[in-house]
Nanobody
Framework: QVQLVESGGGLVQAGGSLRLSCEGS????????LGWFRQAPGKEREFVAA????????YPENSVKGRFTISRDNAKNIWYLQMNGLKSEDTAVYYCAAVEAPYVTSIYTSVHDYQYWGQGTQVTVSS
């Protein structure tokens, strides 16, 4: 049974940093694209970051790029989201996700592309 468990959320002041972790179990995730999404109250779940099997990363252009960094540790089945320069608009529940990928360069940004999801972790940024 596949399980993804996020950790590292919390309350932080604007300008601060947090690192989220997602630990996967039930699979070897080295052949998966790994992602992070977030959902604020009353809004749809939105793409935050993704990393391919080969380490290619992608971020949405106008929100988190330059502030957030996704990384992965295949040996531990863990991936991370380092968030710097946090803003109040980053407040949301953050979800990690995974999907098995056919190619080392495959990368996905849509909610609908992902197979497995964590339960979410709350990030609150106070201004």
């Amino acid at each position: 049974q596949v399980q993804l468990v996020e950790s590292g959320g919390g309350l932080v002041q604007a300008g601060g940093s947090l690192r989220l972790s997602c630990e996967g179990s039930g699979r070897t995730f080295s052949t998966y694209v790994l992602g992070w999404f977030r959902q604020a109250p009353g809004k749809e779940r939105e793409f935050v970051a993704a990393i391919s099997r080969s380490g290619i990363t992608t971020y949405p252009e106008n929100s988190v790029k330059g502030r957030f960094t996704i990384s992965r540790d295949n040996a531990k089945n863990i991936w991370y989201l380092q968030m710097n320069g946090l803003k109040s608009e980053d407040t949301a529940v953050y979800y990690c996700a995974a999907v098995e990928a056919p190619y080392v360069t495959s990368i996905y940004t849509s909610v609908h592309d992902y197979q497995y999801w964590g339960q979410g972790t709350q990030v609150t940024v106070s201004s």
